[in-house]
């Protein structure tokens, strides 16, 4: 990442819609994975996505868990690059396998540094919320992402199998 693309992270307003819309259209095309979209996957509309809380809720029941999204955005141009969100705390589901953040970098941004500036920017929010310790999880194939963690100070704890998919293959 070239220094002049400094990322700062936002919540979500209007001023995004589009770009957010048009991620989602992206990576639905391209059969990706929504981590850390807070169910963008599952939204039509920019206010329904927004409505977050009160949706997911709906949603996983007494499985819900809280969470605060933000839009990474890069400060030279405005752009969307990706989308963070932290877990408030860790349902069972969590502290197997999501953990207390998740991140979506969009494709176009890829292997431009900008999942390690993201995690860093957020760790850095956590540790205003006075957040001693955060879970991060990623799959093991999934190597971009081990190295993210690990850049921003991550500790492998554990290996779990995925239990949730195995029953779904």
Request: charged fraction near 30%; aromatic fraction near 8%; charge should be negative.
């Amino acid at each position: 990442m070239n220094a002049n693309e400094n990322l700062k992270l936002v919540l979500p307003t209007k001023e995004y819609e589009e770009q957010v819309m048009e991620c989602r259209k992206t990576f639905l095309e391209n059969n990706e994975t929504f981590d850390g979209c807070a169910g963008l996957e599952d939204v039509k509309t920019y206010e329904e996505w927004k409505n977050f809380d009160s949706r997911l809720a709906k949603k996983y029941g007494n499985n819900f868990v809280p969470s605060t999204v933000y839009l990474a955005i890069r400060v030279a141009d405005n752009k969307l690059v990706g989308i963070i969100d932290f877990r408030h705390y860790l349902s069972d589901f969590l502290l197997n396998y999501g953990g207390n953040i998740g991140y979506s970098v969009l494709i176009s941004e890829r292997k431009k540094g900008y999942a390690k500036e993201m995690l860093k920017l957020m760790l850095e929010k956590c540790k205003e919320m006075n957040e001693e310790k955060v879970l991060l999880t990623c799959d093991k194939e999934n190597i971009a992402s081990a190295k993210t963690i690990i850049a921003n100070g991550g500790i492998l704890e554990n290996q779990v199998t995925d239990k949730v998919n195995l029953v779904l293959e």
